[in-house]
């Protein structure tokens, strides 16, 4: 064999399968400006809509007279509720089981909210209409507090019947939308109650914006002819849209073509069913024309799905030593005006009961009571998997606070809570079952690289220098440690609006032994028709420059619920390598027929079977492909193609540990990020250049949430941060250069060993940057103080601990 | 309304010409007009720089310049820097290095990148980070942006300093 | 984001800019980079049914440095003072400013005459204009007149100019001494927290004048004579900074917005002009 091995590497580098940097085959189109988005969507004869918006947060609509706008040269129609009523196209399902006004009907619920849809001859004209559409409010009674919304007499919601159920149970107030609880809590009280040490903070994961660079958008095309809709728009589940769409319209589903173009970005930001796809759809419908809708950056930070916005408040008890006993976690989720979170259907405060995060936590309790508010819908998972990011900043903050509590090392307190590698599978007293970990590895490796106790004896020098007058800089040293909760998920418990979450890939080798493969997800940057195409040709012997990687039409690709959760590695990257060995099983049959020896006597290698122990005789994949075409094969069906639908067992647990060092300057409030370091362990890489690309990408979206990314509202229900002036998106200029390193442990349950890796980074991050600013004044007695970490809250907060003088 | 206006303008090295209202923006008329949908609108407010262009040798965001003001000018969009069987180096480069991911912000990136290098060709990372804060990337992190216009420059002044 | 109509004018003259604007008067307004009035357009939080672009007007462009005085056409970009080694050389504090204004893209096209002549409390030309002791000059129907630089704010958005002037050149003597502008923000393209713009004349030890001027503090940028004064005759001590600190904190006036509330303005009010003092100080 010794002879045949340069020639077996050679074969397999030819391959590019998983495990190697391939650069992406999406880039050539991307860097020449070839890309085609949803608003490079140009058909002969399109409209374009333009939404009427309410300036108010909450107001009785009296009256809506369209008669100038309609008069308008150019002007084709103008929508409001009233049209749309007897489609029974006023309201919408949400995702989570509420429903939402698609235009205001009667009233409106928060600023920006859709009033009117005008559809124009051009996005001047359209845009003209909108001011001339005249609305009389009435004003009423602003809730933006989901504390107020509980105790108010105001009713936001009066469609819902007072004392009814929801969609998860029984309602306690009229602004209320749920309760979910998980583990047991008198259990957690008892141990609570009997604990040598407890302690309690409350923390705010303020509002925010997943804000992917393009904003949403839609192009409706309603082929009268022949009763075909047509539907181009920013969807990160195009499937599910034609399934809603479907159910909405009353169009049958396979007249119903959903198209997700290449989508600049998403986040968690194009999960949901937005207004605007609904009425570019209906108005084309009305006017037999093409329509499309592209909102502007304002419309999109002012009305499209928002994320966070949870009051959670923590207990945490644990021995002298500092031994975790025990955790109960209460959260105040305002969800705004619907209840239009993106989550499976069965989690209404999605995977936050993974709230005890990487530690041994024997016993816990979780309750989240969703409000509305007159604030925008949403409550997506902007780069996380359900709440996620929300789990993992209560329990690393509450890590750090009971450090405190205990006067001990933060790292130290990780590291003696840590599930142990032996553990694993282990059942968390919440439910998950974590698949697979090494935790002490990866944390002493981190704290290693980055020499923490050289860092922490340079801080307490700062400390020092500080008292003495010598500096005005103080030093933070921000630890995490997460652990993800990814691939949502196996159809018995993880389902959005009843559809099981299941992924496809099918794959069809053509004669001359290339490929076509196509997935129910759909790419938003993460370079699926790189690695998916990796994986099959690790899995099937035929070179990735051969396979084309298709996703996001419905006419063509298997039905799959798409991209969003880390889910595309975990879920379709499964159903991709399962596809990829059913070819591959069929391929050995034709081989052995071919080589005239028994199926069990040729073996898989590379890009070819060979007969056991007689290497020179084979046959490649090439061979394979052509013969099974031209072929007859007795027994053997013609063709080489093959289809899996993937049900995943389980969830998959990537996990990481993150160190940030950050110098603040305590006068003026900023920040300055002197060194960040980011170990992932998302099982195993198929592509390492894309992972890093994923880590730096996700480490910025965590900078800019912890240090300054809010959706702010004042009293009266304003988006005070509604241009990018605002709302904070970090430069080049404001960025660091990040270090990143990793661990291998592959996932037991998933084929290729894979867990997902895009949203990791924000997850860990976030807390990451959060616990280094808090770090830097524990010194000086702080426990604990509010997100985001912009200037004038740094400053504040020196400031309250008597740091000015 | 107002009346339409004849506009001329010399586009990737062609002359072009046809009528808009002068409150067009320049992005729409590039995008709508003439086909060019490399640059985009990414934040309307002059913020992003996804709509980046170059006009009479300055890097512009198209999104904040009337159609009217633009006329006469000579402007090049992403779609004027390479062609598919010769690439710029700037090109070849945000490929080789991952400098991007979902593809919305590179062709801004890449044409302002393109007047960086003419007015600093050997810049440092400090350089390059604030040459290119006009441009916000929501996916890359910017690491990979810099080290992919970083690894140019040292290319293109590899090739001028051979060809010399 | 799609602005109202408008005509679109763009005359070749001054006089053809006059003329326009005494035709339409209010409903017109000039442009120069638009980066300002365009965004505001598109808001439609300004409707101008008359639009002036200047861009073609002979005589706007143009940095002339000589005799002691520099003179700056109103067209002159940001992006344009940066590049201008003789500027850099007379006065630097320009260059330093206009570095920290905005972005690449944005300081290619925003001008100086714009920047100075909207009158938004934001914009860091008018405080460093304030600090030269700049001279502006406008051309209207009865002529041309100079107004200084700090007698030209009235309130935000509010100027000495006319509706018919347009503010056509800004000239101030070549600055000696050591110079600062510091400016506090949150990211690239954001407005200050604070700026403050420092000169000062050193004479042995000892501070012989001294000029301070901030952004964004205020509807008006705010030129301290009393600050200044606090400085002059000292050797730039403790006590003097903290005294020009204390009377410019005296002078301005700062609104809570989503850079923080009105005690955190004035802290880093305090603390970026320190260290404009210092800087200025160290160079001077």
Redesign the interface.
């Known amino acids: 064999m010794n002879d045949m091995t340069p020639d077996r590497d050679d074969r397999s580098a030819n391959l590019k399968g998983m495990g190697c940097s391939r ?2 085959v ?12 949803v ?2 969507v ?1 058909l002969p004869g399109m409209l374009h809509g333009d939404f009427v918006r309410s300036p108010y947060a909450h107001a009785r609509i009296k009256s809506i007279n369209t008669e100038a706008a309609m008069a308008l ?1 150019g002007v084709v129609a103008v929508l409001t509720a009233e049209d749309l009523a007897p489609l029974s196209l006023h309201w919408m399902p949400t995702l989570a089981g509420d429903k939402q006004m698609v235009l205001a009907d009667g009233k409106v619920l928060f600023q920006g909210q859709e009033v009117a849809f005008v559809v124009a001859r051009d ?6 209409a909108v ?1 001339l559409v005249e609305v009389d409010y009435e004003e009423l009674p602003v809730l933006v507090d989901p504390f107020e919304a509980l105790q108010s007499d105001v009713v936001l919601r009066e469609d819902l019947e007072p004392g009814a159920d929801g969609a998860h149970g029984p309602r306690k107030h009229h602004n209320h939308i749920f309760l979910w609880e998980a583990g047991d809590e008198e259990a957690t009280n008892q141990v609570l109650d009997e604990a040598e040490v407890v302690t309690e903070e409350t923390m705010y994961y303020h509002r925010t914006h997943p ?5 949403c958008g839609s192009v409706a095309s309603m082929d009268k002819v022949n009763g075909k809709l047509t539907l181009w728009g920013t969807f990160q589940a195009p499937h599910v849209v034609r399934t809603v769409a479907s159910l909405l319209s009353g169009i049958e589903e396979h007249n119903i073509r959903v198209i997700s173009p ?4 998403g ?1 968690g930001n194009k999960v949901g069913v937005y207004p605007g796809y609904v009425c570019s759809i209906v108005a084309s419908i009305v006017t037999g024309k093409p329509v499309k809708w592209i909102e ?3 419309e999109n930070l002012m009305s499209t799905a928002f994320a966070r916005d949870y009051w959670m408040t923590g207990r945490i008890s644990a021995t002298k030593e500092g031994k975790i006993t025990g955790l109960h976690c209460h959260v105040t989720a305002d969800h705004g005006a619907f209840d239009a979170c993106a989550d499976p259907t069965k989690y209404p405060a999605g995977f936050m009961n993974i709230c005890t995060g990487s530690y041994d936590i024997p016993v816990a309790y979780l309750g989240v009571d969703g409000v509305y508010t007159n604030k925008a819908p949403g409550g997506v998972s902007y780069r996380c998997s359900f709440r996620v990011t929300e789990a993992v900043y209560f329990i690393e903050r509450m890590i750090e606070v009971l450090a405190i509590e205990l006067n001990m090392d933060a790292a130290e307190l990780r590291r003696i809570n840590f599930i142990k590698k032996e553990q694993f599978p282990y059942t968390a007293a919440l439910g998950w079952e974590y698949d697979s970990g090494d935790y002490h590895t990866a944390w002493d490796k981190a704290l290693k690289t980055v020499e923490y106790d050289a860092l922490r004896r340079e801080q307490a020098e700062r400390v020092e220098a500080f008292k003495r007058g010598e500096t005005r800089k103080l030093m933070g040293i921000g630890l995490s440690f997460f652990t993800e909760i990814v691939g949502a998920g196996p159809v018995k418990n993880c389902d959005i609006l009843g559809m099981g979450m299941f992924d496809s890939c099918e794959i069809r080798i053509h004669p001359t032994g290339s490929a076509i493969a196509r997935l129910g997800t759909i790419s ?4 699926h028709a790189t690695t998916f195409a990796q994986i099959l040709a690790s899995e099937t012997g035929i070179p990735a420059d051969s396979i084309t990687i298709e996703e996001g039409d419905t006419d063509t690709a298997p039905y799959g619920l798409g991209t969003y959760g880390s889910r595309s590695t975990p879920v379709a990257g499964a159903a991709t390598a399962l596809a990829g060995r059913k070819i591959r099983a069929k391929a050995q049959m034709i081989a052995a027929y071919l080589l005239e020896v028994h199926d069990d006597d040729v073996e898989f290698d590379v890009d070819r079977f060979v007969v056991k122990g007689a290497p020179e005789r084979f046959k490649t994949m090439k061979d394979i492909a052509y013969a099974a075409y031209n072929q007859a094969i007795p027994g053997v069906e013609p063709g080489l193609e093959a289809v899996s639908y993937y049900d995943p067992p389980n969830m998959t647990y990537p996990f990481g540990a993150y160190v940030c060092v950050m110098d603040i300057d305590v ?4 920040p300055e990020i002197r060194r960040f370091y980011a170990l992932d362990d998302c099982g195993t890489r198929i592509n390492p ?2 992972i ?2 994923q ?7 965590a900078l800019a949430v912890a240090l ?1 990314q809010e959706i ?1 509202y004042d009293d009266l229900g304003n988006v ?2 509604g ?4 709302f ?8 660091p ?2 270090e990143t390193d990793h661990t291998v442990t592959p996932s037991p349950h998933h084929p290729i060993g894979a867990k997902g890796v895009g949203e990791s980074p924000h997850v860990g991050g976030v807390p990451c940057f959060s616990n280094a600013v808090q770090d830097a004044f524990r010194a000086f007695g702080l426990r604990h103080t509010q997100m985001p970490h ?3 809250r740094i ?2 907060t020196a ?1 309250d601990l008597g740091l ?1 003088g | ?1 107002s009346d339409k206006m004849h506009i001329k303008l010399k586009v990737n090295g062609e002359d072009r010409e046809f009528l808009a ?1 002068p ?2 923006l320049l992005i ?1 008329a590039l ?2 007009h003439l ?11 002059s ?2 720089g ?1 709509c980046t262009v170059t006009i009479d040798g300055k890097s512009v965001k198209s999104c904040t310049m009337f159609v009217a003001q633009a006329n006469g000018a000579e402007i090049t ?3 004027g820097i ?1 062609q ?1 069987d010769a ?1 710029h180096v700037l ?2 480069s ?3 290095h ?1 400098g ?8 801004g990136m ?1 044409t302002r990148a393109t007047k960086l290098l003419e007015e600093n060709p050997d810049p440092t990372e400090e350089d ?3 040459g ?15 080290k992919s216009i970083q690894v140019a420059a040292t290319e293109m002044n590899s090739a001028k300093e051979a060809a010399e | ?2 602005p ?2 408008f005509e679109y004018h763009r005359p070749a003259d001054m006089a053809g800019v006059i003329a326009l604007l005494e035709e339409h008067g209010d409903d017109a307004r000039v442009m120069a980079g638009g980066h300002s009035l365009i965004p505001m357009m598109k ?2 939080m300004a409707e101008i049914p008359h639009l002036i672009d200047l861009q073609d007007v002979a005589g706007l462009k143009g940095i002339a440095v000589a005799e002691g005085r520099v003179t700056l056409g109103a067209m002159v970009t940001q992006h344009e003072l940066i590049q201008h080694q003789g500027l850099a050389n007379t006065a630097p504090i320009l260059r330093e400013a206009a570095l920290v204004i905005a ?1 690449p893209q944005v300081r290619y096209m925003g001008t100086v005459g714009g920047n100075v002549a909207n009158g938004d409390p934001g914009n860091d030309m008018p405080g460093l204009m304030q600090c030269l002791d700049a001279e502006f000059t406008l051309v209207g129907p009865d002529g041309q007149r100079t107004v200084a630089a700090r007698d030209f704010y009235e309130a935000a958005y509010m100027t000495e100019r006319e509706d018919e002037e347009v503010l056509t050149a800004i000239s101030f003597a070549a600055p000696s001494g050591g110079y600062a502008y510091e400016k ?1 923000k ?6 200050a ?1 604070a700026a403050a713009a420092v000169i000062l004349q050193k004479d042995g030890g000892t501070c012989a004048a001294a000029s301070i001027a901030m952004t964004n503090l205020s509807d008006v940028p705010v030129w301290s004579d009393a600050a200044g004064e606090a400085l002059t005759g000292t050797s730039v001590d403790a006590a003097a900074v903290s005294a020009a600190v204390q009377a410019v904190l005296d002078d301005i006036d700062p609104v809570e917005d ?4 009105v ?2 303005k004035r ?2 009010a305090g ?2 002009l320190t260290r404009a003092i210092q800087r200025a100080w160290g160079r001077a």
Not at chain 1, 26 to 37: C, H, L, M, P
Not at chain 2, 132 to 146: D, F, K, L
Not at chain 3, 186 to 191: A, E, L, M, P, V
């Open positions: 650069k992406r999406e880039d050539v189109r991307f860097t020449q400006g070839k890309g085609n988005y608003d490079d140009k040269d996005r001047y004209v359209a845009a003209d001011e804000c992917p660079l393009e904003t290449d989508i600049g970005g986040f502007d950056r304002m938003q940057g993460q370079g006068d003026t409030g900023v250049m894309i890093e690309g880590v730096h990408g996700g480490l910025t979206e300054g702010a005070k941060t241009t990018l002036m605002d904070f998106l970090p430069t080049a200029w404001e960025t250069n990040y912009d200037h004038w400053w504040k400031n000015h | 309304m209202e409150r067009e729409y995008r709508e086909d060019l949908t490399g640059p985009h609108v990414g934040c309307d407010t913020h992003c996804a969009t992403i779609e390479g598919p690439l090109q070849e945000f490929r080789e991952h991007l991911q979902c593809g919305f912000c590179t062709p890449i390059i980070r604030f290119m804060a006009g441009n916000i990337c929501r996916c890359t992190g910017y690491q990979n942006i810099v | 984001m799609i109202a109509a808001l439609r972005d506090q949150r990211k690239i393209g954001d407005y927290t989503n850079r923080g509330p005690a955190f802290h880093v603390i970026i």
